[in-house]
C-alpha cells in the first residue's frame, strides 16, 4: 500500500487546494473531513486523476502515512481544533507532527504546543495566506512552533509556497511557540490597515472630487504601475472597472457595512496589552465596527446632516497628493507592525527575522507588494534597525510626501469626509519625532488626583518624586508606572 507523505484534515476551499497544490508538487496526500460526504465528493471532483488518497476516520488517516507522521489541520479557529486534536493524539506516537494551518490565536498555538510537547508530539502553528487562489497555487506561509519539526515539514511547506523572483519561497520558520500565527495575525492587521487606507483614497475621489468608478479605477492601475504596486491596489483597479448586468458600475450598488473575523482585533488587542502605538491599524477596526452601525448612521445623517463639500479646480493635484499621502501612511502601518514584531521578541524571546518575514510577504499573500523589497533592503543593511522610519529610504519617502499628507488630511477635514487611518498616521509621524510630548502634564494630573508619582527631567530615570500639589495629600504615593 503506498504511504502517504502528508495528511490534511478539513476540505474547505483551503484545504482541498492545498492538497491539489502538494500534489502537484509531488507528494501524496491523505485527506479527511469531519463529514465524510465531503471526502467523497472531493475524490470523485477535484482529485480525480491524482495520487490523493481519501479516508474516512482518523485512525485511517493516521493509518495511511510515513513516520514521522505530519497531519495538517485546515479547521476553524478555535475550539475546532482542539477536538480535532484531541481526536488525533490517541493515534499518534512521539514524534509525530501537528499542523495547524487555520487562522489561530497565537496564543492558543503556543498553549498546544506545550501540551502536545508534553506528550511527545511536535506541533507547528502556520500561518497561511493568499486565499482561495494563493492557496492552490503558492500561497505565503508563515510556520513556528516546536522547532525539531521543521526539518521534517519544511520541503513540503516551501514547495508549495508561492516564489520570489529570484526562486526563494515565501516560506521561512520564524520561532518557537506561537510565533507563526502571531507574525500571521499582524499580517492581518497591516491589512486592514491597507484595505482601510485605499477606501479612504476612493472615498476622498469619489466625494471631494466626484470622479466617477471608471476614472478611479484607471488612477488606481496607473498607481500599480509605481511605488504602490500591489495586489490591493491591483483588484482595487478591477473592482472599480467591473460593471453589473445593467453596465452599472457594481461596487456602487454593494451595502457599505463592512465584515471582519476578527485578526484585526486581535492585532490591535495584542499592541494594547505590549504597549505599541498600533494606532493606524486600531483605526482600521474601528472604521469597520462604524460601517456596520448602517441603520444609526442613517437615521444620523438626516438629524446632523452630511457634509457634502466639493473642491474645485484642483483634481491632478489632488489626486498626485492623495497618492503620496497613501503612500506615507502604508509605510506607517508597517512601522507600527514591525514595532509590534520587536515588542513580541521581547516579550517572548522569539527573536523574529524582520527581513525574512518581508520577504514571506513579497508574494503569495493579500499584502504582496513590490514595498516590501524595500523593508526587507532596510534589514539586510541594518539588522538592529529600531523602527522604519530611521532608514534612510523610508526617511526620505515620509519627508518628499509631507506637504501633499497634510494637504490631504487637511481639506478632508474641512470638507467633513472621515480619514481616519491618514489622519492617525500622520499624527502619530509627528508624535514619533517629537523630542518633548505634553505627557509631563499628564503625569502630573495624575500625581495630583492619585498619587501616582512622577519622573524629573533633571534627575536620572527611574527615580520618582511626588508633589503634595493642595497642601492636603501628604507623602503617601500610589505604586509607578509603566511607560
Not at 495575525?185 to 491589512?191: A, F, L, Q
Request: charged share 25%.
Amino acid at each position: 500500500m503506498t504511504k502517504a507523505d502528508i495528511g490534511l484534515i478539513g476540505l474547505a476551499v483551503m484545504g482541498q487546494n492545498l492538497v491539489l497544490n502538494m500534489d502537484d508538487h509531488g507528494y501524496t496526500v491523505a485527506v479527511f473531513n469531519r463529514t465524510t460526504s465531503k471526502v467523497d465528493r472531493f475524490m470523485a471532483n477535484e482529485a480525480q486523476g491524482t495520487k490523493v488518497i481519501g479516508t474516512h476516520s482518523q485512525q485511517e488517516l493516521v493509518g495511511t502515512l510515513k513516520r514521522p507522521r505530519k497531519i495538517m489541520l485546515m479547521v476553524k479557529a478555535g475550539w475546532p481544533v482542539d477536538a480535532a486534536i484531541e481526536q488525533l493524539v490517541p493515534f499518534l506516537e512521539k514524534g509525530d507532527i501537528i499542523i495547524d494551518g487555520g487562522n489561530s490565536y497565537y496564543k492558543d498555538s503556543t498553549r498546544r504546543m506545550h501540551e502536545l510537547q508534553e506528550k511527545g508530539i511536535l506541533f507547528v502553528g502556520t500561518g497561511v495566506s493568499g486565499g482561495e487562489e494563493g492557496a492552490r497555487f503558492g500561497p505565503s506561509i508563515m510556520p513556528g512552533g516546536a522547532a525539531e519539526a521543521w526539518p521534517h515539514v519544511k520541503p513540503i511547506l516551501q514547495d508549495i509556497a508561492a516564489k520570489v523572483e529570484d526562486g526563494t519561497p515565501c516560506c521561512d520558520w520564524l520561532g518557537e511557540e506561537g510565533s507563526g500565527h502571531f507574525v500571521k495575525m499582524v499580517h492581518n492587521g497591516i491589512e486592514y490597515g491597507d484595505m482601510q487606507l485605499i477606501n479612504e483614497a476612493y472615498d476622498l475621489m469619489s466625494h471631494a472630487l466626484g470622479l466617477q468608478p471608471g476614472e478611479m479605477s484607471d488612477i488606481f492601475a496607473a498607481w500599480n504601475e509605481g511605488k504602490l504596486s500591489s495586489y490591493l491596489i491591483e483588484i482595487t483597479a478591477d473592482i472599480l472597472a467591473y460593471r453589473d448586468e445593467e453596465g452599472d458600475p457594481l461596487v456602487e450598488k454593494i451595502l457599505d457595512t463592512a465584515g471582519q473575523k476578527g485578526t484585526g482585533k486581535w492585532t490591535a488587542a495584542s499592541a494594547l496589552d505590549m504597549g505599541t502605538p498600533l494606532t493606524l491599524i486600531g483605526e482600521a477596526v474601528f472604521a469597520r465596527f462604524l460601517s456596520a452601525l448602517k441603520e444609526e448612521r442613517v437615521a444620523a445623517s438626516k438629524e446632523l446632516g452630511s457634509p457634502a463639500g466639493k473642491l474645485e479646480g484642483e483634481t491632478a493635484e489632488f489626486i498626485d497628493d492623495i497618492r503620496e499621502a497613501l503612500y506615507a501612511s502604508k509605510i506607517i502601518s508597517y512601522t507600527q507592525g514591525y514595532m509590534l514584531f520587536r515588542a513580541a521578541s521581547k516579550e517572548y524571546g522569539w527573536n523574529l527575522a524582520y527581513g525574512n518575514i518581508a520577504l514571506m510577504w513579497r508574494e503569495g499573500c493579500i499584502i504582496r507588494a513590490a514595498f516590501l523589497d524595500k523593508i526587507k533592503d532596510a534589514y539586510d543593511q541594518n539588522p538592529a534597525l529600531t523602527n522604519l522610519l530611521l532608514d534612510p529610504y523610508f526617511k526620505e519617502q515620509v519627508e518628499n510626501a509631507q506637504d501633499s499628507w497634510r494637504r490631504v488630511v487637511a481639506k478632508a477635514v474641512r470638507l467633513g469626509i472621515p480619514v481616519p487611518a491618514m489622519s492617525s498616521a500622520l499624527a502619530f509621524f509627528d508624535g514619533y519625532r517629537r523630542e518633548r510630548l505634553p505627557a509631563n502634564l499628564l503625569q502630573a494630573q495624575r500625581d495630583y488626583f492619585g498619587a501616582h508619582t512622577y519622573e524629573r527631567l533633571d534627575a536620572p530615570r527611574g527615580e520618582f518624586f511626588h508633589t503634595d500639589w493642595t497642601g492636603r495629600g501628604g507623602d503617601v504615593t500610589s505604586t509607578t508606572y509603566d511607560a
